[in-house]
């Protein structure tokens, strides 16, 4: 069973920079890719990037792009979300998201990070 767990979110001022982090447990070889998602309250969960745990490719959405670097140490099964320039639009909750197996979408899901971005 995979096992999500991110931390790191906290308060920042905007134009400051923050670094979260997803530990990983019960990852396979069968694992795709990890990702970022975030979520407003109300809103829509939004992709924000993903890493391809095998080749380390990377994907971002246009919103973050420039600004976010996703990364991963296979050793450790973490992963990370440097944030820089950080706006108060980037206020939200993170999510992990592991996509294990033959499957199309994301299947598991850490319980989220609450990143806030005061102006």
């Known amino acids: 069973q995979v096992q999500l767990v991110e931390s790191g979110g906290r308060l920042v001022q905007a134009g400051g920079s923050l670094g979260i982090s997803c530990a990983a447990s019960?990852?396979?070889?069968?694992?795709?890719?990890m990702g970022w998602f975030r979520q407003a309250l109300g809103a829509e969960r939004e992709f924000v990037t993903s890493i391809s745990w095998r080749t380390g490719s990377t994907y971002y959405s246009d919103s973050v792009k420039d600004r976010f670097t996703i990364s991963r140490d296979k050793a450790q099964n973490t992963v990370y979300l440097q944030m820089n320039n950080l706006k108060p639009g980037d206020t939200d909750v993170y999510y992990c998201?592991?996509?294990?197996?033959?499957?199309?979408?994301?299947?598991?899901w850490g319980q989220g990070t609450q990143v806030t971005v005061s102006s």
């Open positions: 998201a592991a996509r294990v197996g033959i499957v199309s979408d994301y299947n598991y």
């Open positions: 019960g990852l396979t070889f069968s694992t795709n890719s």
